[in-house]
């Protein structure tokens, strides 16, 4: 397994294929070097072979090391269970790179995000309009993650370019950032002729905190707990997608234990949030009652989070190579104990929902995301599982799943209803897990040798919304040079303005809710 | 309908997710509040929410506080729609350049009397996120902040007993 399998597959398809070099720095990572010439017609293969849609497309600044800036795409390979990196470096003069916008979609964000973070130049990329640092705030020509920016420079200030509908009887109804709700900030701009809607166009980056600059300089250890405020529903499958990076980076062996007790935490913050968001769908249909049921379930399992952790977040909870969590029977006895009590609560939950007619109703049809939109737009995690896409990093990279016999959740209709049944389905497996991983836990001391080693690794986790990767680049100096982000939100609020369509506006929080994507996991 | 109804008439009402303890705490400072925002603002206190990049984790632990374990509302405290409806203004996360304006414009929109509460450990001087080149920095620069409420995120009781000390 050197990744001579892969090569094979793409010369294939592509006979005049010739990389620079192939390694396989872990078994589960295959990097491809290759010539800038040939990376566009390189990505469309693999994303036909493999099948995978773009899950990641950054940028490094290398200038002080090689001269030249890098560009890393990566995708997924779940039959082989790995993730497949193609890479090239990019000269200094007019730094640019033929697009993949136009041949896969869900390259499109990732080219924007690099011209605006990097000044490289997607070449043929047909929307060029920034993301997350706003025209009317933040001039044109700051490249905050090229490593001589310092802090923004005045210049010339413009407004954003909103897509516009136009004709006989449209008119436009822009909601946020603002919202009456306690929620995120995000502008919605819809465009309607009647009641449908004919096209949502979503501003986002009103969070941006500029945390991929963050991390840089900063050491492993600071950079955990940066990690955890990168979405604080998901702190958590955060701050393991980001330790996992370290560990394979160090060489570290997790033990099974840990891998125990984190596979828990993980499915409690699957568990919490997708009670949330079950309430949340009955909140924006009017349901209050069972919405109230929802909440009460929701604080339970964060109480419980806090007995076990000490967190209600489980924020500060997962460390390297191990966690903060120690074990006794009165804690597993606790826990097993407020799972039954919880399940018990959200079988009635269930059952008040399911046997309200108009409840079930409203959430047929509503916000349909096909399974081919779902496929061309790269969504990933929890909306593609409910478009019919059988994509789920805890099937295809198991781990301590495989001992658990983990049964992946999958639906094909693709509306509100799917969604909201896939978190049913996940509620009650993560209820399973729980019970089967808490039964092979035992209370042991933890200790981990660390060998300190730079160098670069992927590190990857199925939160509850979807994937969280995190891709790391650690110097010699012990600090870290590169960190790129990818939270399910970022594909997935491309779905949400494709699945709004032709649905009613004041549908629109209930098809927000099913996805309920994260404004500060996409912002960063 | 008649599912839930017969359900509700067998079971009573049940408080069965909090202890005694807990449940006494959160009645105790209630009852203060309570009493403290009957003397001050006379019936209720309105508060109007704004997130400007906010980790999503104070917000969930203001939307907490509004269950029907904690239930703020019983209180006298509503949380309102509109700036226009709020006595104070709830801001939580640093202050995303992004934001600066829609914070301003949110705090300009509110009537007089009015007052500014800060939640969570960045909306007090940027916390985690303080050196990065899109963080504004402290809310206390923006707007004249009479609370802080610490915590990262500060749980439903600290936010009760918070309001509890500053309306002393």
């Keep these: ?524 | 309908m008649i599912r839930i109804l017969k359900n509700r008439i067998l079971k009573g009402v049940l408080s069965r997710q909090i202890g005694p303890e807990f449940s006494a705490e959160i009645e105790s400072a209630g009852g203060q509040l309570k009493a403290l925002i009957r003397k001050k603002f006379k019936r209720s206190l309105h508060i109007r929410q704004v997130d400007t990049g906010d980790c999503a984790a104070c917000l969930s632990e203001i939307i907490a506080a509004n269950n029907p374990i904690y239930d703020l509302q019983r209180f006298g405290v509503n949380f309102a729609a509109s700036p226009r409806h709020a006595d104070g203004l709830l801001v939580t996360g640093p202050v995303s350049k992004n934001m600066l304006a829609a914070l301003k414009k949110t705090y300009d929109a509110m009537p007089e009397p009015k007052f500014v509460i800060t939640c969570g450990d960045c909306a007090l001087d940027g916390g985690i996120f303080k050196d990065s080149y899109y963080v504004q920095g402290a809310v206390k620069d923006i707007l004249p902040v009479v609370l802080h409420i610490p915590g990262c995120p500060p749980s439903p009781l600290v936010i009760v007993k918070a309001l509890v000390k500053f309306l002393k």
């Design chain 1, 1 to 524: 397994m050197d990744g001579a399998e892969i090569i094979l597959r793409i010369k294939n398809k592509f006979p005049e294929f010739a990389a620079i070099s192939v390694t396989r720095k872990y078994p589960d990572e295959v990097c491809i070097k290759i010539d800038p010439a040939i990376f566009k017609s390189t990505c469309l293969v693999l994303h036909k072979i493999l099948p995978s849609p773009v899950m990641m497309l950054f940028a490094l600044d290398q200038r002080a090391e090689s001269g030249m800036f890098a560009i890393n795409c990566v995708f997924v390979d779940f039959k082989n269970r790995q993730w497949v990196i193609v890479s090239m470096d990019i000269p200094l003069e007019n730094p640019g790179f033929e697009s993949l916008a136009k041949s896969i979609y869900s390259a499109s964000l990732f080219e924007r995000e690099i011209r605006e973070m990097f000044g490289i130049e997607p070449k043929g990329n047909p929307d060029l309009r920034r993301l997350n640092l706003h025209d009317e705030v933040c001039p044109q020509g700051n490249f905050p993650l090229r490593k001589d920016f310092q802090k923004i420079q005045p210049g010339n200030l413009a407004e954003y370019k909103f897509a516009r509908v136009e004709g006989e009887g449209i008119f436009e109804v822009p909601v946020g950032p603002v919202h009456a709700g306690i929620i995120g900030p995000g502008h919605f701009r819809f465009s309607a002729a009647g009641e449908p809607i004919i096209n949502l166009e979503s501003r986002l980056g009103f969070t941006h905190r500029g945390v991929e600059k963050l991390l840089e300089g900063k050491s492993w250890a600071q950079a955990i707990e940066l990690s955890e405020c990168v979405a604080g529903d998901s702190a958590f499958s955060h701050s393991i997608a980001f330790t996992q990076a370290l560990e394979k980076i160090f060489g570290l062996t997790v033990d099974i234990q840990t891998n125990y007790t984190r596979a828990v935490c993980l499915e409690l913050e699957r568990m919490y949030n997708h009670a949330n968001d079950i309430g949340g769908m009955a909140t924006d249909v009017g349901f209050s009652f069972p919405a109230a049921f929802a909440s009460v379930i929701k604080e339970a399992i964060l109480q419980l989070n806090e007995r076990i952790s000490g967190s209600r977040y489980l924020k500060k909870v997962n460390r390297l190579g191990t966690t903060a969590v120690s074990w006794d029977e009165n804690k597993k006895k606790h826990l097993l104990d407020s799972l039954k009590k919880i399940k018990r609560d959200f079988n009635e939950l269930v059952d008040i929902l399911n046997f309200s007619v108009s409840f079930m109703d409203r959430l047929d049809a509503a916000g349909v995301l096909r399974k081919k939109t779902a496929q061309d737009l790269g969504i990933v995690g929890l909306a593609a599982r409910a478009s019919g896409i059988p994509t789920d990093l805890r099937k295809y990279f198991p781990g301590v799943y495989k001992e658990a016999k983990f049964k992946m959740a999958i639906q094909e209709s693709g509306d509100v209803l799917a969604r909201y049944r896939i978190r049913i389905s996940e509620f009650e497996e993560s209820c399973r897990l729980i019970e089967e991983l808490a039964g092979k836990i035992v209370d042991q001391e933890n200790k981990i040798e660390l060998k300190f080693k730079e160098g670069s690794g992927l590190g990857y986790a199925e939160g509850w919304r979807g994937p969280v990767l995190y891709w790391v680049k650690l110097g010699a100096d012990g600090l870290i040079q590169r960190c790129k982000i990818v939270d399910p939100s970022f594909h997935n609020w491309q779905g949400l303005s494709y699945a709004v369509l032709g649905n009613i506006i004041p549908d629109f929080p209930l098809c927000n809710k099913s996805f309920d994507l994260s404004y500060p996991g996409n912002d960063l």
